[in-house]
């Protein structure tokens, strides 16, 4: 290695004095500086899939310059170069022509991947980045030199691909006639009811492979009557409204709440329902509750499956977006095959104007609105609202658990993506079904019948995180 490298520092000073002999009237000037101060690329292979309009699916091969816009770290202790965001996949990492910068001119090698054989790193040829890659500068003076590692980081699966783990059956959650999912503190939460009172499980989100039940004296209308506010879950258990961070042990808030249903919230407030089924607010922790502004009757305040969604509001600061759906009380024996939407844009700051409960009605010229169905849920998975649910209830006659319908504008219109879908051994047999969405993004699902536990989420969605 050493006599390698010595040649190689020959052959530098060989071009040095050349081109001072070239150019003998000019003053050279010689740095011991040995750094990369830039580096990206300029060009990579991809494969790219095209479908025929016969419907046949292959495949090509293209030069592209989309890899140019991905930036790369420079870690100058460490000596790492790096990009955090993965290219595209299909990238071919071992076809890939680089551009980089060194200080005052110090030359830059590549270390062979199968011997200690340096050669000049080329901006003009494709170089094979499949592996980390050594890269050897050399300071104009001779004197000093620098090792980087360069890894080009480049995404295995599809972005827009949904992914499914299936986990252990839970035969406890298959006897539940009826259940809700909370996340709470890094656990996965399910209450639900097998004919007399609420029954807990939990699990750690980031195994998930076993559900323990937790002793419980809960009535049996409880487990749908939970929201998770600041790390706190709030059941409204009959009259009495209690709090927990464990769902083990439950601190009595209220012994006569003046609400009839625990709804939704966001950051700074929980929301519930009046007697009379008009909204209502708590910002002091279900102290005290206050009546919430609304544009339309309570009778379009949905009544069963009652589910919600809080976001931050893309376009204002500090503010958030709570979506809450539900089906109407007679919505089994009605013609009517659509859901219930009520929307409420949250400021948080404190001098903001109070906000108010916006009914979304929708008629015959309505684009894509959300579908009554069995159990609906809805859930938060980056730029998306997904509403899952069984059959359809009423009018609507749709097959249990066919669709995941999908909300990019906030619950006006919900339609199906590419992609997202329900995993390909889901039991669509099931009665019940929990849902929520942990800390880290990923979509759980439990169900009765079969105590399936699915856990998915969309590719990107976790890479933004």
């Known amino acids: ?95 890939i022509i680089c551009n980089y910068s060194t200080k005052n001119g110090s030359y830059a090698a590549l270390k062979s991947l199968t011997s ?102 809960l009535g049996g209308e409880a487990y749908r009557n939970a929201v998770v506010n600041g790390g706190t879950l709030y059941v409204l258990d009959g009259k009495t409204l209690r709090k927990t961070t464990d769902a083990r042990t439950f601190v009595t808030v209220s012994d006569d709440a003046p609400i009839s249903r625990l709804v939704a919230a966001s950051d700074n407030e929980v929301y519930g329902l009046s007697a009379d089924n008009t909204f209502m607010a708590s910002s002091d922790g279900c102290l005290t509750w206050k009546a919430e502004k609304m544009d339309s009757e309570a009778k379009f305040v949905p009544r069963e499956d009652i589910s919600y969604v809080c976001r931050d509001y893309k376009y204002s600061k500090n503010t958030q977006d709570v979506i809450l759906v539900g089906n109407r009380p007679d919505a089994a024996t009605a013609t009517d095959s659509l859901a219930v939407v009520w929307r409420k844009i949250v400021e948080n700051d404190a001098d903001s104007e109070e906000g108010k409960w916006a009914y979304m009605n929708y008629d015959s010229s309505s684009r894509n609105p959300l579908k009554s169905l069995q159990g609906l849920t809805i859930v938060k998975h980056g730029e998306y609202v997904l509403a899952l649910g069984g059959k359809g209830i009423g009018g609507c006659k749709e097959s249990a658990f066919s669709n995941i319908y999908v909300s990019i504008d906030g619950g006006l219109s919900w339609g ?33 019948n079969t105590g399936q536990v699915w856990r998915g989420r969309l590719n990107k969605v976790v890479w933004q995180q």
């Open 116 to 217: 200690d054989s340096l050669v000049y790193l080329s901006t003009s040829d494709t170089i094979d980045f499949s592996k980390p890659r050594t890269v050897t500068v050399f300071s104009t003076s001779g004197l000093n030199k620098k090792d980087y590692t360069i890894t080009v980081n480049v995404h295995k699966e599809a972005a827009d691909s949904f992914k499914w783990e299936q986990y252990p059956d839970c035969i406890a959650l298959a006897t539940l006639t009826d259940m809700k999912a909370y996340s709470l503190n890094g656990d996965i939460i399910v209450m639900g009811t097998s004919g007399e009172g609420t029954r807990i499980f939990r699990t750690n989100a980031s195994t998930g492979r076993t559900f323990t039940e937790e002793s419980s004296t």
């Open 1 to 95: 290695m050493r006599r390698q490298l010595y040649s190689l520092c020959m052959l530098i000073w060989a071009a040095i004095l050349m081109a001072s002999c070239l150019n003998s009237d000019d003053d050279n000037t010689y740095y011991d500086d040995a750094a990369i101060t830039a580096f990206s690329l300029s060009g990579a292979n991809m494969t790219r899939h095209a479908t025929s309009s016969l419907g046949e699916d292959s495949t090509y091969v293209e030069y592209s310059t989309e890899v140019s816009s991905y930036n790369f770290v420079i870690d100058q202790l460490k000596s790492i170069i790096y990009n955090v965001d993965s290219l595209p996949i299909g990238t071919d990492a071992a076809k």
């Open 416 to 448: 199906t993506v590419s992609g997202i879908a329900y995993p390909r051994y889901f039991d669509n047999s099931a009665g019940a079904m929990g849902v929520c969405a942990d800390d880290e993004n990923h979509i759980w699902i439990t169900l009765n």
